[in-house]
Nanobody
Framework: QWQLVESGGGLVQAGGSLTLSCAVSGRTWTRYVMGWFRQYPEKQREFVGYIIWPDNITEYAESVKGRFTFSREKSKTSPSLQMDSLKPEDTAVYYC???????????????????WGQGTQVTVSS
């Protein structure tokens, strides 16, 4: 079983940056897909981006393209999500998700992921 724990959320002013991390523990997989989703109050989770590791294949939602980027820090065991030029509409709870069998595509769908973190709040003030 994998366990995912998000960190890095917080309060930031519009135009600022945050880096979200997703710590993965449990079984070790050498190839997997990690996705990020966000959820507004009383709304369904929406796709933010995914990365297929270690191939570095990425995809982003149009709303974040050019502002959010996956990166890999040496001190981290999994990719982080760098969020720049944040806007008030980025305010949401952000969830990371993973699947150790990154085959078949459609990684924009929540149903494709086997494991989920508990979420981290991101608040962007105007």
């Amino acid at each position: 079983q994998w366990q995912l724990v998000e960190s890095g959320g917080g309060l930031v002013q519009a135009g600022g940056s945050l880096t979200l991390s997703c710590a993965v523990s449990g079984r070790t997989w050498t190839r997997y897909v990690m996705g990020w989703f966000r959820q507004y109050p009383e709304k369904q989770r929406e796709f933010v981006g995914y990365i297929i590791w270690p191939d570095n294949i990425t995809e982003y939602a149009e709303s974040v393209k050019g502002r959010f980027t996956f990166s890999r820090e040496k001190s981290k065991t999994s990719p982080s999500l760098q969020m720049d030029s944040l806007k008030p509409e980025d305010t949401a709870v952000y969830y990371c998700a993973a699947n150790p069998e990154p085959y078949g595509g459609a990684w924009e769908w929540t149903s494709r992921y086997s494991y989920w973190g508990q979420g981290t709040q991101v608040t962007v003030s105007s």
